[in-house]
């Protein structure tokens, strides 16, 4: 059971793979990930997590710059799918995001994405985070923002009561019975820096997530404008997903 999660977002027997990434129209978002992670992630590393890493989408990102690869998730469903995607190349552990089963120092760099909506107490989470890297380590974190121009829009046209611009955190539940959360930026930097990290790099990701989009371009042309937009985009940081290296 979670600490201090009143939501448990159980993957356990839910074919993530198939289900969100293969059987639906994500390409681009994957496309999106993987350029952002390619950004940010040290070029070597020694030891390596992958937080709440699902069944290791991105494994093959990670897996050539690091000696020793550890995939953490709360789904034993997904850690048995990512053994036998990736078997020796990849150590996997079961766990609970608010309880890491690590050491304090333990590794160089950790990545965590895709995650955040699904915790509410982001201090805890950043403090565990903080924890178990070595001094000087890098954390490669996405974060889902609630301070984006749809939901701008859907606030102004009264479509939703969500204010983006609050830095409360928004409780979306209408998507699941569970529930997610989206965060403003200005207060996930906050709860980063208590921890005692430094932010060194944001980028701004998914910027063309749109299904109308995607129809109209495809996939590929919108992935090289993605590309352009990352840096450009940041200051803003209007996108769904907020990448931060942040560093120990
Ligand atoms: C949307 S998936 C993202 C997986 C992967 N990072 C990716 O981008 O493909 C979210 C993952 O978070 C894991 N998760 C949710 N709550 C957790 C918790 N309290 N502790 C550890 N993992 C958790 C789920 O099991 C799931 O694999």
Redo the contacts with the bound molecule.
């Keep these: 059971m979670?600490k201090s999660?009143d939501v448990?977002?159980d993957?356990n027997g839910y074919d993530?793979k198939k289900i969100f990434w293969e059987d639906a129209d994500r390409k681009y978002e994957d496309l999106a990930?993987r350029m952002a992670i390619r950004k940010l992630l040290p070029k070597q590393m020694d030891k390596f997590v992958?937080i709440?890493?699902?069944y290791g989408?991105?494994a093959d990102e990670y897996l050539p710059r690091a000696k020793a690869a550890t995939l953490f998730?709360?789904?034993k469903t997904?850690l048995a799918q990512a053994k036998e995607l990736y078997g020796d190349k990849i150590h996997t552990k079961a766990?609970?995001?608010?309880d890491l089963p690590f050491p304090e120092n333990s590794f160089d760099a950790l990545m965590m994405?895709?995650?955040t909506h699904?915790f509410k107490d982001m201090q805890a989470v950043s403090d565990q985070l903080y924890r178990i890297l070595k001094p000087n380590g890098i954390a490669v974190i996405e974060v889902a923002n609630k301070r984006t121009l749809p939901k701008m829009f859907r606030y102004w046209f009264k479509k939703s009561d969500i204010n983006p611009f609050s830095r409360d955190v928004a409780h979306l539940k209408d998507l699941n019975s569970n529930g997610f959360y989206n965060y403003h930026p200005k207060y996930i930097e906050e709860i980063f820096k208590k921890s005692g990290f430094t932010i060194e790099k944001v980028l701004s990701v998914s910027n063309f997530r749109s299904a109308r989009l995607k129809k109209l371009f495809g996939a590929k042309a919108l992935s090289r404008m993605e590309n352009v937009a990352q840096g450009a985009l940041a200051p803003i940081r209007f996108a769904p997903s907020i990448y931060y290296r942040l560093k120990k």
Excluded at 95 to 98: A, N, V
């Design positions: 979670t999660n448990i977002a993957y993530y990930d992958d709440a890493g699902g989408r991105l998730d709360y789904s997904e766990g609970d995001i608010y994405v895709r995650a699904h």
